[in-house]
């Protein structure tokens, strides 16, 4: 797993960002322990449907998917407002079956934790003006 935290010349936004492809890599492949070790212990994920779920229940949901969708982050921007920092972009969720691709965009918040970022907050929402990526 990668630090949570800027080191050498990494800067905080690169930081926030490289965590952004963490978790949804972790999430593609029902790493639960990335994800348990990654997440902020009160995380609290919204879906585009409005409902939420604590870490817990995440990361539980995650780890008993059957054929995960891949998730593919791009133009990923970063905000940082002192001990909090807001990222966000588009969320491509790739299926291997019949199911169509669906073309999100995300929202995350960051609190800096003894030196670590961690995420406290994520929401999806339905991006109608996004086509597939080439």
Request: glycine share 4%; no cysteine; hydrophobic share 35%.
């Amino acid at each position: 797993m990668t630090d949570s935290h800027p080191t050498g010349p990494q800067s905080a936004s690169d930081v926030l960002r490289q965590l952004d492809v963490i978790i949804d890599t972790a999430v593609s492949a029902r790493d639960a322990a990335t994800l348990g070790s990654v997440l902020a212990d009160d995380f609290v994920y919204t879906h585009s449907n409005g409902r939420s779920q604590s870490k817990a229940d995440f990361i539980a949901a995650i780890a008993n998917r059957d054929q995960p969708p891949r998730r593919v982050l791009s133009d990923i921007e970063a905000e940082l407002h002192g001990d909090i920092a807001i990222t966000r972009g588009n969320l491509d969720i790739q299926y291997a079956d019949e199911r169509p691709n669906l073309y999100m965009r995300y929202v995350r918040v960051y609190r800096l934790s003894n030196h670590h970022w961690l995420p406290i907050s994520h929401r999806t929402v339905y991006a109608t003006d996004r086509k597939p990526s080439a």
